[in-house]
């Protein structure tokens, strides 16, 4: 167990100094250390040593990396981009599904797959990585709605994703009829009552915040809130059936958690800002005070007091953020290094002509769809301009990541494509990684100047 510790401090170490150092985005020295961990001490330690137990560990620390990036979101960037991220992360994902269905014959023609299996296939590598866009991006000065758009289509994309997979693909795989009533109702009934219980769950988030002034206790209370979400959303049917209720009725896990830390998030943000202009008020009147020629020692005290509650208080909620993206940090190289151990080169060699189909397959789709955006954005005012150099960043920020190892473990071992699946998506993941990474490296560093000046017009805006 100390060898994983330490293996696991040593290669985030590693990884952070390759990004200060030479800008290499961590997730790309992540895996590169990771595989070569393995390939230098092989077994020397397994944190999953298997693609069922990895997913599990995706599954486990999933909630904590949704958590982090949702504390980035705010509700006011939401309601001023809502329609653009709809389209990014909803209209884009279907229509690539639509798109997959026309091409995935000819692109598979050999595997005589069934609709269902094409569904399955596409539905798990159109699920992007908010982590390593994130991380990306946090080298660089950007302009925020340009990071808005990349980092919430990634987070809510995954939703998409996982529900075109579950109860589109498994659930014809299965056997079971796809109408267009059946694809509607269940969008609407699990998008809906996803957020809805997040939202639920996030206020009952906050009556357990208020119960304390820990700062460890409150950290607590955000995990717990945003892992209750998580996990009561997707046994739904359990709790329903409590009351009475007999249903199957599953919700989005991931949903449910974004929709949980981004209410907690924004009511923490109102009460900070509150505080800033109370802070205000009492240096004011502090200020009034101490130049009065008889000034009141009680009056004074109870100012000083005021200021420093108001100010412990706004650190405390600044330095629970920050506890919480170093969780998320020490969850993603668990996620990087336990990925490096499914890596079966020889699986991966034996089916390189069906990932390198998918993954080009893929790239182009989402270019097209990114296009798409780009065309009808600067056709509106309702919606954010998209240049062509946005176009290229939107277009690469579309990283692969451990979701879609977890949806992986859910198609049935019966399934008579499932070792090519496997290959498919674990290569698809590592390309993605690498390649895209490095493009929108470069992309972002031949644009810097131009970005940082978009940037620095967004600020005279606000």
Not at 63 to 89: N, R, V
Not at 113 to 131: C, E, G, K, R, Y
Not at 223 to 242: K, Q
Not at 288 to 304: D, F
Request: net charge negative; proline share 1%.
């Amino acid at each position: 167990m100390i060898i994983t510790v330490l293996s696991i401090a040593a290669i985030l170490y590693l990884a952070l100094q390759l990004e200060d150092k030479i800008s290499l985005p961590s997730p790309v020295g992540l895996i590169a250390l990771s595989i070569g961990f393995h390939a230098l001490f092989g077994d020397l330690f397994l944190l999953t040593g298997d693609a069922e137990h990895f997913a599990a560990l995706v599954i486990l620390l999933l909630p904590i990396l949704l958590i982090a990036d949702s504390l980035e979101l705010k509700l006011d960037d939401l309601k001023e981009h809502g329609l653009s991220l709809f389209y990014l992360a909803v209209v884009a994902v279907a229509l690539s599904v639509v798109t997959a269905l026309l091409v995935g014959d000819t692109l598979f023609a050999e595997y005589n797959l069934s609709f269902a299996a094409i569904i399955v296939l596409f539905a798990m590598v159109l699920a992007t990585d908010p982590v390593s866009v994130v991380s990306i991006f946090s080298n660089f000065a950007l302009p925020h709605r340009l990071k808005i758009l990349c980092e919430g289509e990634s987070l809510f994309n995954d939703a998409t994703a996982l529900i075109v997979f579950v109860f589109i693909g498994l659930y014809a795989l299965d056997g079971g009829e796809i109408t267009f009533g059946y694809v509607a109702e269940t969008s609407v009934l699990v998008v809906v009552g996803s957020a809805l219980f997040g939202v639920f769950i996030g206020y009952l988030g906050l009556i357990g915040m208020k119960t304390t002034t820990n700062r460890i206790a409150e950290l607590l209370v955000l995990i717990l809130t945003g892992y209750g979400a998580f996990e009561l959303s997707e046994h739904f049917y359990a709790l329903l059936n409590l009351f009475g209720a007999h249903s199957h009725m599953h919700l989005s896990g991931i949903l449910a958690c974004i929709f949980a830390t981004v209410t907690v998030h924004h009511v923490m943000t109102k009460e900070i800002a509150a505080d800033n202009v109370q802070l205000e008020i009492e240096e004011n009147a502090l200020q009034r005070e101490s130049m009065a020629e008889k000034s009141s020692r009680n009056l004074i005290q109870h100012a000083v007091y005021k200021i420093k509650a108001t100010v412990e208080e706004r650190d405390r909620h600044m330095r629970t953020k920050e506890d919480i993206q170093l969780l998320a940090i020490v969850a993603n190289t668990m996620l990087f290094v336990a990925m490096a151990e499914i890596v079966d080169m020889d699986l991966l060699w034996h089916y390189k002509t069906e990932i390198l189909v998918m993954f080009l397959a893929t790239t182009v789709i989402r270019a097209a769809m990114m296009a798409k955006f780009a065309i009808i954005t600067n056709q509106t005012d309702k919606m954010t301009n998209v240049n062509f150099r946005w176009w290229g960043v939107l277009t690469f920020a579309g990283i692969k990541g451990g979701l879609s190892v977890v949806m992986l473990m859910m198609i049935p071992s019966s399934f008579e494509h499932l070792e090519m699946f496997k290959a498919i998506v674990v290569g698809v993941i590592m390309l993605s990684t690498f390649i895209y990474s490095f493009i929108l490296l470069a992309i972002i560093g031949k644009n810097k100047e131009i970005f940082a000046q978009e940037l620095e017009e967004e600020g005279g805006h606000h």
